[in-house]
């Protein structure tokens, strides 16, 4: 059974820090494409950043020199350390794994983070 376990989410004030990790479990992990996505009300879900296996990163710009993503293939979790956080930044957060070749897909439950301004 596939599980991505999100964590880390909550309630920052502007200007302040989270770090968000998504525990694994099920697949093979450096066989995947591991991202985040973030869904805020009324809008659609957007890719926050992406990191393969081998380390490459993809960012959306609006979190570039903020967000950093990463991933322990050893642990089989993935993270995403925001800084600098923003009202604009509030929204459900989603662990996303992407199987190499197949591109079969699973998501987690999402964690919540807002940001207060």
């Known amino acids: 059974q596939v599980r991505l376990v999100e964590s880390g989410g909550g309630l920052v004030q502007a200007g302040g820090s989270l770090r968000l990790s998504c525990a694994a479990s099920?697949?093979?992990?450096?066989?995947?494409?591991m991202s985040w996505y973030r869904q805020a009300p009324g809008k659609q879900r957007e890719l926050v950043a992406s990191?393969?296996?081998?380390?490459?990163?993809n960012y959306a710009d609006s979190v570039k020199g903020r967000f950093t993503i990463s991933r322990d293939n050893v642990k089989n979790t993935l993270y995403l350390q925001m800084n600098s956080l923003a009202p604009e930044d509030t929204a459900v957060y989603y662990c996303n794994a992407k199987r190499m070749f197949s591109g079969i897909t699973y998501w987690g439950q999402g964690t919540q983070v807002t940001v207060s301004s």
């Open positions: 099920g697949i093979i992990f450096n066989l995947n494409v």
């Open positions: 990191c393969t296996s081998g380390g490459t990163t």
